[in-house]
C-alpha cells in the first residue's frame, strides 16, 4: 500500500463550484501536511501548508486535517478555470532523512467556464 | 523568490547516451532533489543531496547517478539513456519554512523536463 493515497480523477465542474479534493495517508508519524498545484507543462508549486489536525483558510481554499482518521482535503471555494491545474497532497514527517515529502499521486481538475 | 532553473525543458536522445539534466538554484539552499513524474505514478524520488558532494539513493536510483561539485547545482545523469526512461524529471531545493507550527519543510520546484528517449 502507498503510504499516500490520493483519487487522480480526473474531476471536471462548473465555474463556481465547491471542489472538494481528498487523500488518506497509512504513516501516523505525518505531521506536515501541504497541497500542491502543478499547472500543465510546469513544475509544482506550494499552495497550502498545515500542522497537525486542524483547518487553515487562505483566500478561497481551505486545507482541513483529520489526523485520527489519517484524512486530509482541499476545499476550493467559488472555483475558477484558472484553478485547472493538477492537486498534489503531500506530507512530511520530519523524522525522516532531512526533510524527505511524501506525495500523493495527483488529482487533475479542470473548471469550465 | 526562490528560483530553480533546469537547463533543458524539451531533449530527446537515442538509447544508450549518456544524458545530462541540470538543476540549478539561486536561493543557497543546502538540500536538492531530483525526481521522475509518470502519469499515474506521481512523483519518485531518484537521489537527493545534502550539501555539497553529499548524496542519498532515493526510491529508485537504479539508472541513475548524480553529482553536487557546488552548492547551487545538482545534476543528474542517466549513463546509458534507455526506454523506460522516458519521463518527466523535476528537480527541487529544500528550505525550512518557519511558521506558527514551528518549521516545515518546503521544496522548491523547476519548470521540469520531458526527456524522451527512442
Known amino acids: 500500500q502507498k503510504e499516500v493515497e490520493q483519487d487522480p480523477g480526473p474531476l471536471s465542474v462548473p465555474e463556481g463550484a465547491i471542489v472538494s479534493l481528498n487523500c488518506t495517508y497509512s504513516n501516523s508519524a505525518f505531521q506536515y501536511f501541504m497541497w500542491y498545484r502543478q499547472y500543465s507543462r510546469k513544475g509544482p508549486e506550494l499552495l497550502m501548508y498545515?500542522?497537525?489536525?486542524g483547518n487553515k483558510e487562505d483566500g478561497r481554499f481551505t486545507a482541513q486535517v483529520d489526523k485520527s482518521s489519517k484524512y486530509i482535503s482541499l476545499f476550493i471555494r467559488d472555483s475558477q478555470p484558472s484553478d485547472s491545474a493538477t492537486y498534489l497532497c503531500v506530507m512530511s514527517d520530519r523524522g525522516s532523512t532531512l526533510g524527505r515529502l511524501y506525495f500523493g499521486r495527483g488529482t487533475q481538475l479542470t473548471v469550465w467556464p | 523568490d526562490v528560483k530553480v532553473t533546469q537547463s533543458s525543458r524539451y531533449l530527446v536522445k537515442r538509447t544508450g547516451e549518456k544524458v545530462f539534466l541540470e538543476c540549478v538554484q539561486d536561493m543557497d539552499h543546502e538540500n536538492m532533489f531530483w525526481y521522475r513524474q509518470d502519469p499515474g505514478l506521481g512523483l519518485r524520488l531518484i537521489y537527493f543531496s545534502y550539501d555539497v558532494k553529499m548524496k542519498e539513493k532515493g526510491d529508485i536510483p537504479e539508472g541513475y547517478s548524480v553529482s553536487r561539485e557546488k552548492k547551487e547545482r545538482f545534476s543528474l545523469i542517466l549513463e546509458s539513456a534507455s526506454t523506460n526512461q522516458t519521463s518527466m524529471y523535476l528537480c527541487?531545493?529544500?528550505?525550512?519554512?518557519?511558521?506558527?507550527?514551528?518549521?516545515?519543510?518546503?521544496?522548491?520546484f523547476g519548470p521540469g523536463t520531458r526527456l524522451t528517449v527512442l
Open positions: 498545515t500542522y497537525s489536525s
Open positions: 527541487a531545493s529544500r528550505a525550512g519554512h518557519r511558521w506558527e507550527g514551528g518549521i516545515t519543510d518546503t521544496q522548491y
